[in-house]
């Protein structure tokens, strides 16, 4: 696998590794939806900080992983490569940030993360051919 990966269209790899993390994402904004008590919590650690924007936030966040999706494959490969690893970081610190404790979440934020790491790790790499 390692060798397909390292022969693979970058631009195919990055988009297709965006969808894996968007995929993440969901899933664990989904099981959290299940905890009795989750948005009592969320209000609780919000403090005076409204709910909506908290939402928007994370909206904001979940919309920019979508678009790189896309914008992993269209943009031109400078901007391409910086966008990747910026953003890959940015979400990092997003998901760790505004995370929460429970071990669902703590595992799926675990999976996002290394392949965050992995986009940014071929971006940093990517030498234009």
Known sequence: MNTYIKTMDKRALLSTLWIVVLINMLKADILSLYIPGATDEVARVAGDTPIP???LGGAILV???TLMIFFARVLPYKANR???IIIGLITIGGIWGGGSTYPHYLFVATVETIFLLFIIWNAWKWVDA
């Open 53 to 55: 924007l908290l939402m």
């Open 63 to 65: 919309e920019i992983s």
């Open 82 to 84: 910086w966008a990747n």
